[in-house]
């Protein structure tokens, strides 16, 4: 069941186009990474999917709802946390989640309390005081123990800590595991590629990919280290090889997956003596594809 999904979603401030016909659709019990550069489109996006933009044409639903026009509606099953918060200096962190929750109805105390503990949150301080971790911590718990369908995150983890980064992870696999959906924006492209199902890359308002990490990882390449007895002498010159180092019969290089079967038969010919197949990661998979967008295309 599709529970968000965007059409030649286009957004244009005078003759900047900010969004330039994006295509995004985000399946129940499904984690969405959504990626790119500061000032790709990504909060451009996530604006007009809360209803804080209107989009200048395509369309966007949630639920099946127009984001625009049922907005206050769709904000009763939807959890937000943005990548910067801002507070009341003079409420306490405690005051703050309170308030969050109370505008949902009923608080969850024991769900709240969880949370606090989980992520070493102190809330009698007041917000004035707090670091930028502890305000986004604010955010996380607030949006976290409330009872939602849909939770947008826009560099949910900016400020924390490497040990809250996995608590925060731990929580959102736990929300996945009981059916709610997630659109996580994010730059730690280690955070998303262990979270998430599906991925977009967004780049000047244009969606260059999107689909699955296995779906989209047969474009990019696998990483070899192999030692063999006797000398590859064939293998600069075979198809799908890049960035080859030799080093006496040790060779390091790239290979297009597409053609792992040819060269190892080649390599095995040879005798291999040691091999270390480094399979690619999300990181080799965004750069190769934001740099090949520079180039005039994704590759």
């Known amino acids: 069941m599709t529970i968000l999904k965007t059409t030649g979603l286009t957004k244009k401030f005078g003759t900047f186009t900010a969004l330039d016909g994006v295509n ?32 200048t044409s395509g369309k966007a639903t949630i639920f099946g709802k127009d984001v625009w026009t049922d907005a206050v509606d769709l904000h009763q099953r939807i959890a937000y946390v943005p990548g910067d918060v801002n507070l009341w200096p003079n409420l306490t962190g405690g005051e703050v989640i309170d308030l969050f929750l109370k505008l949902r109805g009923p608080i969850d105390v024991a769900r709240r309390d969880e949370l606090i503990e989980d992520f070493q949150f102190d809330p ?10 502890n305000r986004q911590k604010i955010a996380l718990i607030s949006a ?6 849909l939770y947008i995150l826009d560099e949910p983890t900016s400020g924390l800590d490497p040990l809250m980064e996995r608590v925060f992870q731990d929580y959102v696999i736990d929300a996945k595991n009981n ?8 730059h ?43 000398p590859l002498s064939e293998l ?11 080093k006496n019969t040790i060779y390091d290089f790239q290979i297009d997956t597409e053609q792992m079967d040819a060269i190892m038969k080649y390599v095995s010919q ?5 091999m270390v197949s480094t399979p690619p990661t999300l990181e080799d998979l965004f750069m190769r594809h934001y740099e090949g967008a520079e180039k005039g295309g994704a590759s």
């Open 179 to 186: 059916g709610k959906s997630i659109l996580l924006s994010s």
């Open 236 to 246: 600069a010159r075979m198809k799908g090889i890049h960035n080859l180092v030799v």
């Open 270 to 274: 040879h005798g291999i003596v040691n």
């Open 24 to 55: 995004i659709e985000v399946d129940e019990g499904e984690i969405y990474g959504f990626i790119g550069p500061n000032g790709a489109g990504k909060s451009t996006t996530i604006r007009i999917l809360l209803g804080m933009l209107k989009a």
């Open 144 to 149: 976290l123990a409330a009872d939602v369908d």
């Open 188 to 230: 730690i492209l280690s955070e998303v590629e262990r979270l998430c199902d599906k991925v977009g890359i967004i780049r000047e308002g244009q969606l260059i990919e999107s689909g699955t990490l296995d779906d989209m990882r047969h474009l990019t390449r696998t990483n070899l280290h192999i030692e063999t007895k006797e």
């Open 124 to 133: 009698t301080k007041k917000c004035g005081s707090y670091s930028k971790g």
